[in-house]
């Protein structure tokens, strides 16, 4: 079994909706994060958070909003998507060093 | 700013050649360097890893150098194979809490 999970893995939603990515992982690390891949661009960091309920902005974190409600769980949620917001989201875990970052295996957004 | 590059955006090598994917880096002070592969549909994977009071360290066919001089990094996979086709990128540790990545070399192992 994978040890990052995401999901969905491919979504289509249309400009103004309400969408939520879930990662889930397995590792037992108290790290995890959250980057989005755009052609041509090195990965990108929107959120991360630390421990349950611990959250930090990122890079990019405009038009974005997270949970963590549990060590093993973290969802990303684009609260109204807009097209500029289509691209492949990452999530990671780290241990408490945080350096290696174990990902997952993405999901691929589609704004309309 | 300061940002992790690449120098090449694609590599074509022959299968069993040895292949070298370039990094430059900006910021003196990082002190950790990964190198990532990330196969299509799939997310990044680790490869290897050095820290910064290092020169060159080496995996099981891979090889990565350090030169702080210049503030370069570099890949090496000795024999490449078809497996080996994939989007190689490298991050640096920016600071305690940051990893900046690379954009990425698209590596395609030719039979």
């Known amino acids: 079994d994978a040890d990052v999970t995401q999901t969905p893995r491919n979504r289509i939603t249309k400009t103004g909706k309400r969408i939520m990515l879930e990662c889930s992982q397995t590792?037992?690390?108290?790290?995890m994060y959250w980057y989005r891949q755009d052609p041509g661009l090195g990965l990108r960091l929107i959120y991360y958070?630390?421990?349950?309920?611990?959250?930090n902005k990122g890079e990019i974190s405009d038009g974005y909003s997270v949970s963590r409600q549990a060590q093993a769980k973290f969802s990303l949620s684009l609260e109204s998507a807009i097209p500029n917001q289509t691209a492949l989201y990452f999530c990671a875990t780290s241990d408490l060093q945080g350096e290696t970052q174990y990902f997952g295996p993405g999901t691929r957004l589609l704004v309309l | 700013g300061e940002s992790v590059g690449l120098h090449l955006p694609t590599l074509s090598v022959q299968e069993g050649d040895n292949s070298i994917i370039n990094c430059a880096y900006s910021?003196?002070?990082?002190?950790?360097f990964i190198w990532y592969k990330q196969e299509s549909g799939k997310g990044p994977q680790f490869i290897i890893d050095i820290r910064s009071n290092m020169d060159k360290r080496q995996g099981q066919r891979v090889t990565v150098l350090l030169n702080k001089t210049v503030k370069h990094l570099s890949l090496q996979i000795a024999a490449t194979q078809p497996g080996d086709s994939a989007v190689y990128f490298c991050a640096e540790k920016y600071n305690n809490n940051d990893m900046r990545f690379g954009a990425g070399t698209r590596l395609t192992v030719k039979p």
């Open positions: 910021n003196s002070a990082s002190d950790y």
């Open positions: 590792k037992g690390h108290d790290r």
């Open positions: 958070s630390f421990d349950v309920k611990d959250i």
